[in-house]
């Protein structure tokens, strides 16, 4: 089967790139090569604002270029395709090209003794990452990027963290522009503070705001819900309108940031159990959802996937 096409039309068509298509039918996905600082995010330290809490709470950054993943291989025939990485567009309307990467992105999950860690293992590496499952200071800092898992109770996790300096990892990553992704009780921590009951404890303050209980008839939620996509989302891109899982008792029912041009504020998705509560928040490095991408679905794989592309 020829791998180029001299019709303008065709798939094959090398187009302005001047390469040829290098995918055929049945063929395995491949992530793209990263784009080193452009795609990481250099940090700008120049857009501080009062509002804001710890390395991204004191410096807002202008947007990463992006370009979205579709959700499965066109060629596939199956719905359950493995997300594609890297779908790279050429310019002036010339066609698609997939490129071929280097390697996987290296992503480590924190093991600080919380957190549906194999789970959440699984499914990246099914999204196209290499993924480790460590405390390791030094594994945790040099990675592409970094998950922060979580379930259980606020207090609880923020011992843990402190355990293997978590806190502390998470702030020098941030602070290099280097991706951290917060799962669940894993976003929470991001947050100011937590309050369970008459107890407050200090989270990792890189978002300004509180974590508490949830006012809704039922408690826990637990199950399937939608959420109201922030506009221009990239984590969402391809799924603004699926269901994800949910199971939390407590969320944080506010966001505040003060923000001046030219900088952008962090884009937050929200969804509704008794009460509005932030579902997902994108702020240039630091991403969290309160939900389990691991377990809902191709949606999550989606997510994922999306994530995995700016690294």
Not at 56 to 72: F, I, N
Not at 134 to 143: F, K, S
Request: charged fraction near 20%; include cysteine.
């Amino acid at each position: 089967m020829p791998t180029t096409s001299s019709k303008p039309s065709s798939r094959r068509w090398p187009g302005r790139c001047g390469r040829p298509w290098p995918w055929t039918r049945g063929s395995a996905a491949c992530p793209a090569p990263r784009a080193g600082c452009e795609l990481r995010g250099c940090a700008d330290r120049s857009g501080r604002t009062s509002a804001w809490r710890g390395v991204l709470g004191r410096q807002t950054r202008e947007r990463q270029c992006w370009q979205p993943p579709r959700a499965t291989d066109p060629g596939s025939g199956s719905d359950s395709a493995r997300p594609l990485l890297g779908r790279q567009w050429c310019p002036r309307g010339h066609g698609r090209v997939t490129t071929v990467a280097a390697r996987r992105p290296r992503v480590v999950i924190l093991d600080y003794g919380s957190g549906n860690l194999r789970s959440a293992q699984r499914a990246l590496e099914r999204a196209g990452a290499d993924v480790s499952v460590t405390a390791d200071r030094d594994a945790a800092l040099r990675c592409d990027g970094l998950v922060v898992p979580g379930v259980g109770a606020f207090a609880s996790c923020m011992r843990g963290l402190h355990a293997v300096d978590g806190p502390r990892i998470i702030d020098r990553r941030l602070a290099g522009g280097r991706p951290v992704l917060g799962i669940c009780v894993g976003m929470q921590v991001l947050f100011d503070c937590g309050v369970e009951g008459p107890a407050q404890t200090t989270g990792c303050q890189q978002w300004a705001g509180v974590v508490d209980r949830l006012r809704a008839p039922v408690i826990p939620h637990i199950g399937w819900n939608t959420v109201a996509v922030a506009q221009d989302s990239r984590l969402f891109a391809g799924v603004e309108t699926e269901r994800f899982y949910f199971v939390h008792s407590y969320a944080a029912r506010t966001f505040n940031a003060d923000t001046a041009a030219p900088f952008l504020p962090p884009l937050v998705t929200w969804a509704e159990h008794g009460e509005p509560f932030v579902a997902a928040v994108e702020n240039g490095a630091l991403c969290g959802t309160q939900f389990h991408p691991e377990k809902s679905g191709q949606a999550g794989a989606i997510l994922l996937a999306n994530w995995l592309s700016a690294l």
